[in-house]
């Protein structure tokens, strides 16, 4: 029982790490299983009893799969965090264009009584990037998906786009 519950502590931190990072964590989680296949093979080699690889290849790659599967479940929840806050500012700058006929010249003007919706990406809470056109009376809306990928709210749209 107890190595159940390192492999899945392990797993779990695994997890976070890569799962909270950017599009270059999952990079260098290819670079940690590589490392540990590396080391399991030398592992292999220098032990004599079967019985002891056995069972320490099947704990190495049982917390490297449980680490890809929380990375992923982990991003996933990081994505739906973010988006939803993308959501609530957007909504907060339309309520302010309907009560103000105007577009706010910056988002440090819609705040009121609460704070601001920030985005989580690379372990901290960031600022949305919020572009004005005052000849159009339109706005962006971007945050970064994963360090590599941009994703932005065009207001003339009304969808939200990926890009790179």
Same mark, same amino acid.
């Given at each position: 029982?107890?190595?159940?519950?390192?492999?899945?502590?392990?797993?779990?931190?695994?997890? *976070?790490?890569?799962?909270?990072?950017?599009?270059?964590?999952?990079?260098?989680? *290819?670079?940690?299983?590589?490392?540990?296949?590396?080391?399991?093979?030398?592992?292999? *080699?220098?032990?004599?009893?079967?019985?002891?690889?056995?069972?320490?290849?099947?704990?190495?790659?049982?917390?490297?799969?449980?680490?890809?599967?929380?990375?992923? *479940?982990?991003?996933?929840?990081?994505?739906?965090?973010?988006?939803? @806050?993308? @959501?609530?500012?957007?909504?907060?700058?339309?309520?302010?264009?309907? /009560?103000?006929?105007?577009?706010? @010249?910056?988002?440090?003007?819609?705040?009121?009584?609460?704070?601001?919706?920030?985005?989580?990406?690379?372990?901290?809470?960031?600022?949305?990037?919020?572009?004005?056109?005052?000849?159009?009376?339109?706005?962006?809306?971007?945050?970064?998906?994963?360090?590599?990928?941009? /994703?932005?709210?065009?207001?003339?749209?009304?969808?939200?786009?990926?890009?790179?």
């Amino acid at each position: 029982m107890k190595k159940w519950i390192l492999i899945l502590f392990f797993s779990i931190l695994i997890g *976070l790490y890569f799962g909270l990072g950017t599009i270059f964590g999952f990079f260098k989680l *290819l670079l940690f299983f590589g490392l540990s296949t590396l080391i399991f093979i030398v592992l292999i *080699l220098i032990w004599q009893k079967q019985f002891r690889k056995r069972n320490y290849a099947i704990r190495i790659y049982l917390t490297i799969c449980f680490g890809l599967i929380f990375s992923l *479940l982990i991003f996933q929840l990081k994505k739906a965090y973010n988006q939803h @806050n993308a @959501n609530l500012l957007t909504e907060q700058i339309i309520d302010f264009r309907n /009560n103000n006929n105007r577009l706010p @010249n910056s988002i440090a003007e819609l705040k009121k009584d609460t704070e601001l919706p920030k985005y989580f990406d690379q372990f901290e809470l960031k600022d949305f990037e919020y572009s004005l056109n005052q000849k159009t009376n339109e706005f962006n809306l971007s945050y970064s998906l994963d360090g590599w990928h941009i /994703n932005e709210f065009n207001s003339k749209t009304k969808e939200w786009e990926t890009r790179d």
